[in-house]
């Protein structure tokens, strides 16, 4: 006897929910982890930021496809607010501490 596993079909607004989460939270986290790279990296300025904006497009692209991959919708939504809090306040961090010295 073989047990079929049945798959609920999402409704259209966990479908917008994980569209929306990847074009603009999505986007703003990969902006922000551009800028994290860009200062974390220990080149010159000019190359840590062509070098961040170019991975920005991975991290992007990245970010899209977790977001579509995940099955629960809040882990989604917690995921990518949670890494957009840190890496926005790890920019901050690096700022100010590059700032003070």
């Known amino acids: 006897?073989?047990?079929v596993l049945s798959m609920s079909k999402p409704s259209r607004w966990h479908v917008a929910s994980?569209?929306?989460?990847?074009?603009?939270?999505?986007?703003?986290?990969?902006?922000s982890?551009?800028?994290?790279?860009?200062?974390?990296?220990?080149?010159?300025?000019?190359?840590s930021v062509?070098?961040?904006?170019l991975l920005s497009?991975?991290?992007?692209?990245?970010?899209i496809m977790w977001v579509f991959s995940v099955r629960r919708l809040s882990t989604v939504?917690?995921?990518v607010m949670g890494a957009i809090v840190l890496t926005s306040a790890g920019s901050w961090l690096l700022l100010?501490?590059?700032n003070t010295v």
């Open 33 to 47: 982890a551009s800028i994290f790279l860009g200062l974390l990296l220990p080149v010159k300025k000019i190359e």
């Open 57 to 63: 497009f991975a991290i992007y692209t990245a970010i």
């Open 50 to 53: 062509a070098a961040a904006a």
């Open 18 to 31: 994980r569209v929306f989460a990847a074009a603009i939270p999505g986007y703003v986290l990969a902006n």
């Open 96 to 98: 100010n501490l590059e």
């Open 77 to 79: 939504w917690y995921g």
């Open 1 to 3: 006897m073989s047990k």
